[in-house]
């Protein structure tokens, strides 16, 4: 069963920066696109970014030239670097896996940005 765990969320003040990790286990083939999306209360799930197990890379229009998206594929791993953070990226943040055309989802972590 493939599990999900992101951590690195938090409270900053607007402006800084915060990096977010999402670690895949029990993975036995490769992983395909990794990826964070965000979600208000109330609101739906948008996407923030994808990776793709190449390296290709998809962006929010609302966050890009502020975060960035990596991996590390030993590691099962991918990575949001968020800098410049705004009082409106403030949201619950899902990483989530594509294996074999399913997806996953991590349980979230809470990003908050004060102003």
């Known amino acids: 069963q493939v599990q999900l765990v992101e951590s690195g969320g938090g409270l900053v003040q607007a402006g800084e920066s915060l990096t977010l990790s999402c670690a895949a286990s029990?993975?036995?083939?490769?992983?395909?696109?990794m990826g964070w999306y965000r979600q208000g209360l109330g609101k739906e799930r948008d996407l923030v970014a994808l990776i793709s197990s190449s390296g290709s890379t998809t962006y929010a229009d609302s966050v890009k030239g502020r975060f960035t998206i990596s991996r590390d594929n030993g590691k099962a791993t991918v990575y949001l670097q968020m800098n410049s953070l705004k009082v409106e990226d403030t949201d619950v943040y899902y990483c989530?896996?594509?294996?074999?055309?399913?997806?996953?989802w991590g349980k979230g972590t809470l990003v908050t940005v004060s102003s």
């Open positions: 029990g993975v036995a083939f490769r992983i395909n696109a």
């Open positions: 989530t896996a594509v294996v074999f055309g399913s997806n996953y």
